[in-house]
């Protein structure tokens, strides 16, 4: 069975704010809020923001420190490392409004925990 209902957002993307109080690496040691709120804010700016379009959403640990500060763009499934606020600026005008990938801040496949 098909199901032709369109998805409620179109593009979801989730950041790791997670923070460890014991001095291992977590993507909050890296600017994760920082883009969070820098990467909500030129969503809404662009009018990218709300039903049918895009969702930016806090997360937790994503399990992927190693590769940290880290997002991920759903439906694609699409995982990034950003540096910094140009890199996510590059993330929302690319891939959140012109669905294309960032190649060059994909995520390298064998980082995980
Ligand atoms: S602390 Fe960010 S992925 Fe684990």
């Avoid at 369109?6 to 690496?25: K, M, T």
């Avoid at 920082?34 to 895009?54: D, N, R």
Wanted: neutral net charge; contains cysteine.
């Amino acid at each position: 069975m098909s199901d032709t209902t369109p998805p409620y957002f179109q593009r979801h993307i989730f950041f790791c704010l997670n923070e460890r109080a014991n001095g291992e690496a977590c993507c909050a040691q890296h600017g994760a809020q920082q883009a969070f709120e820098h990467c909500k804010a030129q969503v809404k700016a662009l009018g990218l923001a709300g039903p049918g379009k895009v969702r930016v959403n806090k997360a937790g640990c994503l399990d992927r420190c190693a590769a940290g500060p880290v997002a991920v763009v759903y439906p694609e499934g699409v995982w990034y490392s950003y540096v910094d606020t140009s890199d996510i600026d590059e993330i929302v005008t690319s891939h959140l409004r012109d669905g294309q990938v960032v190649e060059r801040l994909r995520t390298p496949p064998e980082l995980g925990r």
